[in-house]
């Protein structure tokens, strides 16, 4: 029964680092532009122009 408790435990705690990491990336602006990673593989990739001779 006490191996229960220690799993709660677990758990619980784990959840937390979890969110703490959530709110710490929502800080530091990692979700702020969603639309262009997400339009950037439509767009083609310019090329370079050939090299002269």
């Known amino acids: 029964m006490s191996i229960i408790y220690f799993l709660i435990g677990c758990s619980v705690l784990l959840a937390l680092l979890f969110l703490a990491a959530f709110f710490w990336a929502q ?23 050939p090299a002269e001779k």
């Open 27 to 49: 800080r530091s602006g990692q979700n702020d532009d969603l639309y262009t990673p997400s339009m950037r593989i439509l767009l083609d990739d310019e090329e370079d122009p």
